[in-house]
């Protein structure tokens, strides 16, 4: 089974900045198959990227994807208020579980 | 629009019985995997099973072998989650998610709660 960590556990910053996130699989992850989701208190997730780095349909701009093998990392280029949310990796590349990071949480400095 | 609706989940004793439903709509249900996910109360997500189109492939994480069963009616547009001898550690809210691994479209999820 593919461990993911995510860094860091929280991310404080303001609306304007840029945010980066780590996600580290304790294996390569096969064919770069890594999502990231969004989620917010009391809603279900939202798919942001899939195959590391493709954006899911709607996804604004500012998110992007990038990595493989072991390291990829979320880049939300400048915060809007709406962005402040918990976000999760997710690897699917091996035979199942697919295994997820354990979050990190962007909130308002 | 797609939708999907979870339902049945509750309050239920330790090593009693849930049948978790997840009503679809919007789309072709018969042409997509679905899968299951859960989270506990303020903890991460949890991939927990998924099933084929046709039913011929099931699989799921080794925490719940042997106790959940996966179906699913394609006549009816509809995903079950058998939850036999339910533990603790499965207290959760549960969502039904279109796919075979990652997911675009999720329910809101049904909660769960195993306690004496």
């Known amino acids: 089974e593919i461990v993911l960590t995510q860094s860091p556990g929280t991310l404080s910053l303001s609306p304007g900045e840029r945010a980066t996130l780590s996600c580290r699989a304790s294996q390569s992850v096969t064919s770069s198959y890594l999502a990231w989701y969004q989620q917010k208190p009391g809603q279900a997730p939202r798919l942001l990227i899939y195959?590391?780095?493709n954006r899911a349909t709607g996804i604004p701009d500012r998110f992007s994807g990038s990595g493989s093998g072991t390291d990829f990392t979320l880049t939300i280029s400048r915060l809007e208020p709406e962005d402040f949310a918990v976000y999760y990796c997710q690897q699917y590349g091996s035979s199942p579980p697919y295994t997820f990071g354990p979050g990190t949480k962007v909130d308002i400095k | 629009d797609v939708q999907l609706v979870e339902s049945g989940g509750g309050l239920v004793q330790p090593g009693g019985s849930l049948r978790l439903s997840c009503a679809a709509s919007g789309f072709t249900f018969g042409n997509y995997w679905m899968n299951w996910f859960r989270q506990a109360p303020g903890k991460g997500l949890e991939w927990v099973a998924n099933i084929k189109q046709d039913a011929s492939e099931k699989h799921s994480v080794d925490s719940v072998k042997g106790r959940f069963t996966l179906s699913r009616d394609n006549a009816k547009n509809s995903l079950y989650l058998q939850m036999n001898s339910l533990r603790a550690e499965d207290t959760a809210v549960y969502y039904c998610a279109r796919g075979e691994t990652y997911s675009r479209y999720w329910g809101q999820g049904t909660l769960v709660i195993v306690s004496s």
């Open positions: 195959g590391a780095s």
